[in-house]
């Protein structure tokens, strides 16, 4: 079946601090992945998304994510977060092909401590 | 370039009532996804739609129907709401740009409560 585990409910690191927010998955087959984040009471906005290549892919606001075939993950990571990165985050996994729906994990709430 | 759009932004019903929600997608797709995002929850894949066509459903009941018109925009009905159907209803877009091939956009969502 497939599906998408985030491990960690709620995180909270200090400001200035890295991160890391885990996510595996369980696919067919040579999956899509994406990391989607949501402040409260929005929709979802594109962090990065692997379809193939280079396995660590760079995303928007500093947000990088690395792609592990031998351990079925994608894990999130900031060198530095910011008090603005507070939101919840969500990591999918979609088909490889047009436009297929998306499999969403349950989510982490990432909380900064100032 | 306007992104998704999403009307309304909130909407109470009561038990047993239908509803009505609209989906603008993001100009160049024609691609449309609806999902369902319970409180506290991911986001839930309902159907999408393709050339006016329902091309995937997901695990959910027949009381949720939709429709896509000829300009890509599309709605998402749901009869006899039960107070389970309470969540915010986001719309996705998607379509063969050159650089983001096949990615969802999602629109900001409309918050139904049933009560």
């Known amino acids: 079946a497939q599906s998408v585990t985030q491990p960690d409910i709620h995180i909270t690191v200090s400001e200035g601090a890295s991160l890391e927010l885990r996510c595996n998955y369980s696919?067919?087959?040579?999956?899509?992945l994406f990391w989607y984040v949501q402040s409260p009471g929005q929709g979802l906005q594109l962090l990065l998304k692997?379809?193939?290549?280079?396995?660590l892919v760079q995303g928007i606001k500093g947000f990088e994510a690395e792609f592990k075939r031998s351990q079925s993950s994608f894990n999130l990571r900031k060198p530095s977060v910011h008090w603005s990165d507070a939101a919840e985050y969500f990591c999918?996994?979609?088909?490889?092909?047009?436009?297929?729906?998306?499999?969403f994990g349950s989510g982490t709430r990432l909380s900064i401590r100032p | 370039d306007a992104g998704v759009t999403q009307s309304p932004t909130h909407l109470i019903k009561t038990r047993g009532q239908q509803v009505t929600l609209r989906c603008s997608p993001k100009?160049?797709?024609?691609?449309v996804s609806w999902y369902q995002q319970a409180l506290g929850q991911g986001p839930q894949f309902i159907f999408q739609?393709?050339?006016?066509?329902?091309?995937q459903r997901g695990n959910f009941p027949d009381r949720f129907s939709g429709h896509q018109f000829p300009n890509y925009s599309s709605e998402l009905n749901v009869n006899a709401l039960l107070l389970g159907d309470s969540a915010l209803y986001l719309c996705?877009?998607?379509?063969?740009?050159?650089?983001?091939?096949?990615?969802?956009?999602f629109g900001p969502g409309t918050r139904l409560t049933v009560l």
């Open positions: 696919y067919g087959a040579t999956p899509y």
């Open positions: 100009s160049g797709h024609d691609t």
């Open positions: 999918a996994v979609g088909a490889r092909r047009s436009a297929s729906k998306i499999i």
């Open positions: 739609y393709y050339e006016e066509e329902e091309r």
């Open positions: 996705a877009s998607s379509g063969r740009d050159r650089e983001y091939l096949d990615t969802q956009y």
């Open positions: 692997y379809f193939s290549g280079d396995t």
